[in-house]
């Protein structure tokens, strides 16, 4: 049995249908069963609540061979570092009480950054305390969601330009959440791994934000440009929509490391995910961007 949590969200979800067309039994943690896709309801075994619910936990984790973790992002936790703990420490517990043998979590690359890197310390320190239940641990070490442009589909469509904090011209890595789902799913399916270790996966491409709109705009047919945001921009624009201070430092502090080459060390050794932003451009953000298609 493998036991998936966040079985709605963008990983989860690819996750949850890609174990089923292998035959595996599935168990999903899920706050609102209605919630799941219709085509996986009745093909797995439920079990209601959030996986930060010990007594949830110990209903969802007996028998379980494998888990498949997931913090779910939370930009209003009164603190990133305390969002994922908490999660990460009812986790841990769990695991160890069940004796669940492998487990793979999605976290960051750039594990050893020698300064606060704000929510991506936060997964870091999730990977410890899941090290800490015993189990055999595999940390999914990526970068930068390709599926994150999604926020900025009305820039897109209605400005032409997305906004980044990134310098134009350095190369920011990306990934595409179907390549993580992919990954977890090999990981999850065949248990021939122990001990615990970062799996640094990243997309194939070599893209500056500025190469990126250059593909947007030849896959979608308009022109879009990038635009970069300043970090105090962005932390007044951050303010402006209601997150508090903690928050505000907490995405800040993780995209100044992005400028500053958090990534650049697993960059060198990660294995290559195989969906490149032009195919991603192609199949996943033009028919969001263009419902109505030619
Ligand atoms: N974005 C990036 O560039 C990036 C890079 C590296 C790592 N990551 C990591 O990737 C993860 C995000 O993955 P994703 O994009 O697949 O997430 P997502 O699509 O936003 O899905 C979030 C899931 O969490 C569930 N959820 C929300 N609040 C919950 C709660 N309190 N208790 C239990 N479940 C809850 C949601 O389910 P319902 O709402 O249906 O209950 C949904 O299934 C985060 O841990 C983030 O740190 C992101």
Redesign the pocket.
């Known amino acids: 049995m493998i036991v998936v ?8 979800g690819q996750l949850v249908r890609r174990l089923l067309d292998r035959d595996e039994d599935v168990r999903v943690v ?3 069963p209605a ?1 799941l896709d219709g085509t996986v309801r009745g093909r797995v075994e439920i079990v209601g609540g ?3 619910d010990p007594a949830v936990l110990d209903r969802a984790l007996p028998g379980a061979s494998a888990l498949f973790w ?5 930009p209003r936790a009164s603190s990133a570092a305390e969002h994922y703990l908490g999660f990460a420490r009812v986790g841990a517990d769990a695991v160890a009480r069940h004796g669940v043998g492998h487990v793979v979590g ?3 690359a750039g594990h050893g950054w020698p300064t606060p890197a704000g ?1 991506l310390s936060a ?1 870091f320190a999730m990977d410890a305390e899941l090290g800490r239940s015993g189990a055999a641990y595999r940390a999914l070490s ?4 390709m ?2 442009l999604f926020g900025q589909l009305d820039a897109i469509r209605e400005q032409g330009a997305f906004h980044l904090t990134g310098a134009a011209d350095r190369p920011l890595p990306t990934i595409a ?1 179907r390549d993580i789902a992919g990954t977890a799913a090999d990981l999850l399916t065949d248990r021939s791994w122990s001990g615990q270790e970062d799996l640094p996966l990243f997309g194939p491409d070599r893209l500056t934000p500025d190469g990126m709109a250059e593909v947007i705009s030849q896959e979608i047919g308009r022109p879009v440009a990038y635009h970069r945001m300043s970090l105090d921009d962005f932390a007044s624009l951050s303010r402006s929509r209601g997150l508090h201070d903690q928050a505000v430092r907490d995405v800040t502090e993780a995209f100044a490391a992005h400028d500053d080459g958090i990534y650049d060390k697993d960059w060198t050794i990660a294995h290559t995910a195989p969906t490149d932003f032009r195919t991603w451009c192609r199949e996943v953000l033009k028919p969001a961007a263009d419902p109505q298609g030619p």
Do not use: C
């Open positions: 949590t966040t079985p709605t969200g963008r990983i989860g899920v706050r609102d919630r959030s996986h930060d997931l913090v779910p992002p939370n999605v976290s960051s929510v997964a990526v970068p930068f969601f599926e994150n959440t």
